[in-house]
Structures are given as structure tokens and as C-alpha cells.
């Protein structure tokens, strides 16, 4: 059974940093675009990164230049580095696997989630 567990997700400081683990299991997800996308209470599910299977990276606007995939392959885990957070930036936090296809900022180009993990940032 495929399984995205997520974690690092807790409360933090504005300007402070925080690394999320999306770690895979069931079948090797090294070839796949994975993304990550994030709910606050009360929004529609937001695109956050992409980082491709040749780790090719893609950001939505509002972390551009504050948040960095990354992957471990050897590990079957993928990153999200999150840096200059935000109190904007509380949300949870979901990893997903990439079904293929040229989109990767909508929901419905991905098949396996996570659980999501919880991020919240003080001012």
C-alpha cells in the first residue's frame, strides 16, 4: 500500500525556519514529480512546490524565494525548506505524488496525499 507520511510540521516564529519530510513508502517514488500544497482554515488548498524527477522546481508565488524542495532518493523522502516564514504561511501542510501531465499547481494532477502536517507561525 503506497503511503505519504508527513512531518516537522509545528509553531515557530515569524522569520524563523522549519524543514517538512515527506517520507514514501510502498513502491519508489524517485521518478516522480512530488508536490506540496498547504490549507489554512477557512481557504481552498494552496500550491506551494514541485520538484520534478529531475529535480526540476517550481514555486507558487507567495514562497518564491523563501521555501526549497528538495529530495533523498536514497531515502525516499522529499523536503520542503521553509525560511523568512511568515504568520501568512500557517497552515497544514500536505505532500502529494505528481500523476504526470504538464499541470502541477492543481490538485487533480496528483493521485497519493499525505495526512498533511500542521505549521503554524507567530507573530
Known amino acids: 500500500q503506497v503511503q505519504l507520511v508527513e512531518s516537522g510540521g509545528g509553531l515557530v516564529q515569524a522569520g524563523d525556519s522549519l524543514r517538512l519530510s515527506c517520507a514514501a513508502s510502498?513502491?519508489?517514488?524517485?521518478?516522480?514529480?512530488m508536490g506540496w500544497f498547504r490549507q489554512a482554515p477557512g481557504k481552498e488548498r494552496e500550491f506551494v512546490g514541485f520538484?520534478?524527477?529531475?529535480?526540476?522546481?517550481f514555486y507558487g508565488s507567495s514562497v518564491m524565494g523563501r521555501f526549497t524542495c528538495s529530495r533523498d532518493r536514497a531515502k525516499n523522502t522529499v523536503y520542503l525548506q521553509m525560511r523568512r516564514l511568515k504568520p501568512e504561511d500557517t497552515a497544514v501542510y500536505f505532500c502529494a505524488r505528481h500523476a504526470g501531465g504538464s499541470t502541477v499547481v492543481d490538485e487533480s494532477a496528483y493521485d497519493y496525499w499525505g495526512q498533511g502536517t500542521q505549521v503554524t507561525v507567530s507573530s
Open positions: 520538484i520534478g524527477g529531475s529535480d526540476d522546481t
Open positions: 510502498g513502491r519508489t517514488f524517485s521518478s516522480s514529480g
